[in-house]
């Protein structure tokens, strides 16, 4: 399982580059449609996504109650179904500062080898307490992680959206 976790872990942050890479630095922080977020805002709520979930899953745990899995299947559904809207939660919503590129791919790479580490070194199936997922509550290890995969693949597709939009594509 950790292995698994961690090959997804380290591919979607690949996949995720490669993404961001095709747009230049003016595009980056360039607005595809009228009250749409620039790529580097996706990338900047992507940061703070995994940044935060990173603080998360070294800090307080305790032995879980339930299936520690549980919520993977249902986070996948839901955040891969492309059809839906989904509302950022205010405290990773981007900033208007213009973004630099180099300087947020840096920063998701950090963030993504912690996460990688902790799926490799770390006790997925306890319970982590210093936050509660919106609407979910606390959630395991195993779950934060898998969350941080399929959020990032959402947002992936987000800006291959973007990209073709603004004629941004390889």
């Known amino acids: 399982?950790?292995?698994?976790?961690?090959?997804?872990?380290?591919?979607?942050?690949?996949e995720l580059l490669r993404a961001i890479d095709v747009f230049g630095q003016p595009a980056f922080n360039t607005a595809p449609f009228e009250g749409s977020w620039t790529p580097g805002?996706?990338?900047?709520?992507?940061?703070?996504?995994?940044?935060?979930?990173?603080?998360?899953?070294?800090?307080?745990?305790?032995?879980?109650?339930?299936?520690?899995?549980?919520?993977?299947?249902p986070m996948k559904d839901a955040f891969l179904n492309f059809s839906i809207k989904m509302q950022s939660p205010d405290f990773i919503i981007?900033?208007?500062?213009?973004?630099?590129?180099?300087?947020?791919?840096?920063?998701l790479k950090d963030a993504f080898a912690g996460l990688a580490r902790v799926a490799r070194s770390q006790d997925l199936l306890v319970t982590c307490l210093d936050f509660e997922m919106p609407t979910v509550g606390h959630m395991t290890r195993l779950e934060y992680l898998s969350f941080?995969?399929?959020?990032?693949?959402?947002?992936?597709?987000?800006?291959?959206?973007?990209?073709?939009?603004?004629g941004a594509t390889e």
Do not use: C
């Open 1 to 14: 399982m950790e292995k698994e976790l961690t090959n997804e872990i380290e591919h979607t942050v690949g």
């Open 41 to 73: 805002q996706v990338v900047e709520h992507i940061y703070l996504s995994a940044s935060g979930i990173l603080k998360t899953v070294e800090g307080n745990t305790d032995a879980t109650e339930r299936d520690p899995g549980q919520m993977v299947a």
């Open 94 to 107: 981007p900033s208007n500062e213009p973004k630099d590129k180099s300087f947020m791919m840096q920063s």
């Open 148 to 166: 941080v995969v399929v959020h990032t693949q959402r947002h992936i597709w987000q800006l291959k959206k973007i990209a073709v939009i603004m």
